[in-house]
């Protein structure tokens, strides 16, 4: 393909995919509570990577640039048919059911004939210049962890996990992770673009979890972003301290 056909090619995917995800956020009747505030380096650190994972086709978040970003999606969960082990057993054997596919695709190493492992890859194909290419670190029945390969636009990793407690079900996204340049850090941090898409395709895996368990949602979907500065040109990234947004339930 030539340049300037490449060129439109991504701009074509990236405007498409803004105006679909943009469209669905508007229209998103689910209570969202966000809040957003400076972090610290005990809290806020990233677990480790098995080393088995590790190799130089890895990006983690201290080759990334600017701030690292500590977000956390999380939902609670009435009246589930699945329990927490077979919830995350989804996830990981069919990934792609959980994310936006009209703006996104997911090509994986396994089949859904089995469960994933340390090493398997898979590629998140987006809207825009960066697809997702990112590398099982870690899993067990009720955890996977991901790590993000060269190419990704972010550099880190994302923690999928279940948990049943008492009567709920609980499902979360946990992820830490910098700008994988300072192109991608004006989008994500200054002009917040990539920041919203990505909180639209977290929130939407979220309430896809929500939908597979069989069970009903409870008090929406909560969203905690903390940040902290590790670069010389970070700026803070945060709007107002703490921001919130509701809207009425489906």
Same mark, same amino acid.
């Given at each position: 393909?030539?340049?300037?056909?490449?060129?439109?090619?991504?701009?074509?995917?990236?405007?498409?995919?803004?105006?679909?995800?943009?469209?669905?956020?508007?229209?998103?009747?689910?209570?969202?509570?966000?809040?957003?505030?400076?972090?610290?380096?005990?809290?806020?650190?990233?677990?480790?990577?098995? @080393?088995?994972?590790?190799?130089? $086709? %890895?990006?983690?978040?201290? /080759?990334?640039?600017? !701030? +690292?970003?500590?977000?956390?999606? *999380?939902?609670?969960?009435?009246?589930?048919?699945?329990?927490?082990?077979?919830?995350?057993?989804?996830?990981?054997?069919?990934?792609?059911?959980?994310?936006?596919?009209?703006?996104?695709?997911?090509?994986?190493?396994?089949?859904?004939?089995?469960?994933?492992?340390?090493?398997?890859?898979?590629?998140?194909?987006?809207?825009? @210049?960066?697809?997702?290419?990112? $590398? %099982?670190?870690?899993?067990? /029945?009720?955890?996977? !962890? +991901?790590?993000?390969?060269?190419? *990704?636009?972010?550099?880190?990793?994302?923690?999928?996990?279940?948990?049943?407690?008492?009567?709920?079900?609980?499902?979360?996204?946990?992820?830490?992770?910098?700008?994988?340049?300072?192109?991608?850090?004006?989008?994500?941090?200054?002009?917040?673009?990539?920041?919203?898409?990505?909180?639209?395709?977290?929130?939407?895996?979220?309430?896809?979890?929500?939908?597979?368990?069989?069970?009903?949602?409870? /008090?929406?979907?909560?969203?905690?972003?903390?940040?902290?500065?590790?670069?010389?040109?970070?700026?803070?990234?945060?709007?107002?301290?703490?921001?919130?947004?509701?809207?009425?339930?489906?």
């Amino acid at each position: 393909m030539s340049r300037p056909r490449r060129v439109l090619t991504v701009v074509g995917r990236w405007l498409l995919g803004t105006v679909v995800v943009t469209w669905r956020y508007l229209w998103e009747t689910t209570p969202l509570h966000r809040g957003e505030c400076q972090g610290n380096e005990i809290r806020d650190r990233p677990p480790p990577i098995a @080393p088995e994972a590790l190799d130089d $086709r %890895v990006q983690r978040d201290s /080759d990334g640039y600017g !701030c +690292l970003f500590h977000r956390r999606f *999380h939902v609670r969960i009435a009246g589930a048919e699945l329990d927490a082990t077979r919830l995350m057993s989804r996830v990981a054997r069919d990934f792609k059911h959980f994310v936006p596919t009209e703006v996104v695709d997911v090509h994986a190493d396994n089949t859904r004939s089995r469960a994933p492992a340390v090493g398997d890859e898979l590629l998140v194909e987006m809207p825009g @210049p960066w697809n997702g290419p990112v $590398r %099982v670190a870690w899993c067990d /029945d009720t955890t996977l !962890c +991901l790590i993000t390969l060269h190419g *990704h636009l972010e550099a880190g990793q994302v923690v999928f996990r279940a948990r049943d407690e008492g009567d709920l079900l609980v499902f979360e996204i946990e992820l830490w992770a910098r700008p994988c340049s300072r192109l991608v850090d004006v989008l994500y941090a200054r002009l917040r673009l990539a920041k919203e898409v990505q909180l639209n395709m977290w929130v939407r895996f979220c309430l896809a979890a929500v939908e597979t368990s069989g069970g009903r949602l409870v /008090d929406g979907v909560h969203i905690s972003t903390r940040w902290l500065d590790r670069g010389d040109d970070a700026v803070d990234p945060a709007a107002p301290a703490v921001a919130s947004a509701a809207g009425r339930r489906r």
